[in-house]
């Protein structure tokens, strides 16, 4: 089963950008759909964004038109690039599969999950 390791995390500043880099163990990655999760304190963990062949990326609405979802499959690596920060977005970042569905992406099961890439946002 493919595992996940995510890095990039880190203490940002308000307004600030990070980039989040994840690497899959593997040979298929380049087939997947592929998907950054978040869990903050106390709350269930969310799709923050996704990304498929043949399908557009798709973001929660809390993050669309501040983070860009992006793959490279010669590296089985996936990015998030964060800008315009907010203290809200500061959660545990995990990187994991996803499948399509009508409703949209949701996460593929079964999955093992990473340690994740803690991200605080505070001034």
């Known amino acids: 089963q493919v595992q996940f390791v995510e890095s990039g995390g880190g203490l940002v500043q308000p307004g600030g950008s990070l980039r989040l880099s994840c690497i899959a163990s593997g040979s298929e990655f380049s087939i997947y759909a592929i998907a950054w999760y978040r869990q903050a304190p106390g709350k269930q963990r969310e799709l923050v964004a996704a990304d498929a062949v043949g399908i557009l990326p798709n973001y929660a609405d809390s993050v669309k038109g501040r983070f860009t979802i992006s793959r490279d499959d010669s590296k089985n690596t996936m990015y998030l690039q964060m800008n315009s920060l907010k203290p809200e977005d500061t959660a545990i970042y995990f990187c994991?599969?996803?499948?399509?569905?009508?409703?949209?992406?949701?996460?593929?099961?079964?999955?093992?999950w990473g340690q994740g890439t803690q991200v605080t946002v505070s001034s």
């Open positions: 994991n599969r996803a499948v399509w569905r009508p409703s949209g992406f949701t996460l593929y099961e079964p999955s093992i």
